[in-house]
């Protein structure tokens, strides 16, 4: 015959040994703790199917020496000399009345007494031959096959028993699963990853913010520029005053050399006052350039800081939706202990083919890190060559992703009305009034249904949000060369994620099928679907959540983007502006070779002509003064393009932060996907194994009253 273990493994499919739930060690004391409760289930007369005769030498009171192994002493006998007389039983407090001849009571040798007293047992008149019928207990190991002392026909109760009770520490260690717990910390540790990383963005932003607001060094820069061409203009008219007052100086000049000098002041003149409109298209530059540069101090000012608060307000959301989604699915535990499932074999199949799909993902999730790390890695190097980030977003993205945020609080707060109805419904099936559990429910998946609607209208804004962020990010630049290399891993990594997402769907696909083979579940699995359903819920509210980061996220790219447009409009007005710089250079220089021309003609001049050479002396110093001031307009312009480079690069890096921080967003939701679907495997392993122990209960205790009421001893 097989040993009790193999029995057991037969009822329950399960596999025992030193190291499983239950241990062999824990199947021995249930195999023994059935025994034990089938004989005290046994009525009185058919105790004797597990008695045992024991002997001793009765002794005088106060003498007792004989221990009990049990409480249930079926007879007691002595012997008389010829044969074994039945003893009565007497209270302990009348063993010493017993022995006094004189008393009614007296215990003689053909009207014996026992008595028992702390765990002993005794017989009067002492000194006799004595025996007693005590039920044992027996010892059942796992190894067993048969019981001692022990009705065959109730041998397979106490195999019963066991099954229940291994069945019963199953389902208590269903309680936790450390892949799910893995998986949820992963989700958090992707979270507070990508929070990190859109940390670092907001840093390198900040600064960024700090160049290009209109009080940074890079709009002070435009200002000193600007002020400076204004000066030219300012000092190019005295110089042409003076060189103007030249023409009546020299009337009173020789007559040999007016003409001449004439000549040369006229064309000093033309060519001062052809810089007056140079100088007037610097001005105009500088002041695009200007314009451009508040356009995108307002760009970043206005939207970066909002962009990644919102982002990082999602991310916490986030945790806390998947915290309690956690919670809702660890309520499914109790509930699960009463409700049952259906054919074990196709299950088990749906299920191995199920964790089959889940393991694969494993090893992809591993692909996903490796690629994500090395992109870390690129944009760690890109942070060292640029050092530092930057953050933008775009007011249309803002407008839309406002919307999802109402949109999500409607949906928590319809998903929060859930649980109460789940908790009224608990109650009912408690009291046994199903249908009235069965409203309860319904209105719960109404609250549901209502939230998963909130939710939609969210994705459909999301999708309007991603529009706007499509079409800044085709008026996007091209990034550096080692921004590509991060995104080409990861866009293997999304490969790969889109890989777990068909592994998935596959498991989802086996779960379906178990869902169809467990349709005629009980009330209480019912219950449990809906705390399921609500743990879902919050699921979907965390996916939201992810969503609305993402769309944060794309905001902060396009309007990283378009700062880093505007850094190229205005270097372009700066060239521009410099470009017309040199051409009051060279026209400063004609002006000069004349001024030297009119220099020699008056070298011979009387004192008028050496009165003009002075205004011509002092209209040149204004002519250098103006050269300088050119100079320093140049410096500052060089500053500004130098400063417009750094933002640029700056841009990039950001860029390559809020990718890394998209990576993470994209790790959470496959581990909360995993979630998911492991959820769903231990429901159905749960299930299977409450249904087959309600069976092996109910045959247990159909046995017990057969053994009880149907066996004639």
């Not at 289930?41 to 008695?51: A, H, V």
């Not at 009067?124 to 044992?136: A, F, I, N, R």
Request: proline content about 1%.
């Amino acid at each position: 015959m097989a040993t009790f273990e193999a029995q057991i493994e037969g009822l329950t499919s399960l596999s025992i040994d030193g190291s499983s739930a239950p241990t062999q060690t824990e199947l021995t004391q249930f195999l023994t703790d059935g025994a034990k409760e089938v004989i005290n289930i046994l009525p009185s007369d058919k105790l004797d199917w597990c008695s045992s005769q024991q002997t001793f030498t009765s002794v005088m009171p106060g003498s007792e020496a004989e221990t009990l192994n049990t409480g249930k002493v079926l007879r007691v006998y002595r012997n008389d000399g010829d044969f074994d007389r039945i003893c009565r039983r007497i209270l302990p407090d009348l063993k010493g009345y017993v022995v006094d001849p004189d008393e009614m009571d007296y215990a003689s040798v053909t009207d014996p007494v026992y008595y028992t007293e702390n765990n002993k047992i005794n017989v009067l008149p002492e000194g006799g031959s004595c025996k007693y019928d005590e039920v044992q207990y027996p010892a059942v190991a796992y190894g067993d096959s048969a019981i001692s002392v022990f009705p065959d026909e109730a041998e397979y109760l106490v195999v019963l028993y066991g099954a229940v009770k291994s069945l019963q520490n199953v389902l208590g260690n269903k309680t936790s699963n450390t892949d799910i717990t893995t998986a949820l910390t992963a989700i958090n540790t992707g979270v507070d990853s990508a929070i990190a990383e859109i940390a670092l963005a907001n840093v390198e932003v900040d600064e960024i913010v700090s160049q290009t607001d209109n009080s940074s060094d890079f709009a002070t820069a435009l200002t000193a520029m600007n002020t400076e061409l204004d000066k030219v203009d300012e000092i190019c008219s005295e110089a042409n005053t003076e060189f103007d007052k030249c023409d009546t100086i020299l009337d009173l000049g020789e007559v040999d050399t007016e003409s001449s000098v004439n000549t040369a002041l006229s064309s000093i003149t033309t060519e001062l006052n052809e810089t007056q409109a140079v100088c007037d298209l610097i001005n105009t530059q500088v002041d695009a350039a200007v314009t451009q540069l508040g356009e995108s101090a307002t760009q970043v000012d206005s939207s970066i800081d909002t962009a990644l608060a919102a982002i990082s307000t999602a991310s916490g959301r986030i945790n806390t939706a998947v915290a309690l989604a956690n919670v809702e699915f660890d309520k499914c535990d109790a509930l699960l202990a009463l409700g049952e499932t259906d054919s074990e074999g196709d299950v088990n199949t749906a299920l191995t083919a199920m964790n089959t799909e889940l393991d694969e993902t494993q090893s992809i999730c591993d692909l996903i890190n490796t690629q994500v790390d090395a992109a870390v890695v690129e944009l760690a190097e890109t942070v060292t060559n640029v050092d530092s980030s930057i953050d933008t977003a775009i007011a249309a993205i803002t407008t839309a992703l406002s919307r999802v945020n109402t949109a999500v609080t409607l949906a928590n707060t319809e998903f929060d009305l859930v649980n109460p109805e789940v908790d009224l419904a608990n109650a009912q099936v408690d009291a046994e009034d199903i249908e009235l559990a069965n409203g309860y429910i319904s209105t719960a998946q109404g609250y549901a249904n209502a939230g998963s609607q909130y939710i939609s209208e969210a994705q459909t804004s999301l999708a309007e949000a991603q529009g706007y962020a499509n079409e800044v990010s085709a008026r996007t630049g091209h990034v550096s060369s080692q921004v590509g290399v991060a995104q080409g891993y990861i866009s293997a990594a999304q490969g790969y994620a889109n890989e777990i997402q068909n592994k998935i769907n596959i498991a989802n696909g086996y779960g379906a099928e178990i869902s169809q083979r467990l349709a005629q579940a009980s009330s209480k699995r019912e219950e449990s679907q809906s705390r399921i359903n609500s743990g879902n819920a919050y699921l979907a509210e965390a996916n939201a959540s992810v969503s609305e980061a993402q769309s944060y996220a794309n905001e902060v790219n396009a309007r990283i983007a378009q700062v880093g447009g505007y850094s190229q409009v205005i270097n372009g007005y700066i060239s521009a502006a410099q470009g017309y710089a040199n051409e009051i250079q060279s026209k400063i220089t004609i002006a000069q070779g004349y001024s030297n021309e009119v220099n020699i003609r008056l070298s011979q001049g009387q004192a008028k002509r050496e009165e003009s050479r002075s205004r011509v002396e002092l209209g040149n110093a204004y002519l250098q003064e103006v050269q300088s001031r050119i100079s320093q307009a140049n410096g500052y312009a060089q500053e500004v393009s130098a400063r417009g480079g750094f933002t640029s690069a700056k841009s990039q890096a950001v860029q390559g932060y809020i990718n890394a921080a998209s990576s993470y967003i994209q790790s959470a939701q496959s581990y909360g996907a995993e979630v998911q679907s492991r959820l769903s495997v231990d429901t159905a392993h749960y299930a299977w194994y409450e249904k087959q122990q309600a069976k092996l209960q109910s045959d247990y205790e159909s046995g017990l009253q057969k053994l009880i009421g149907g066996y004639q001893s």
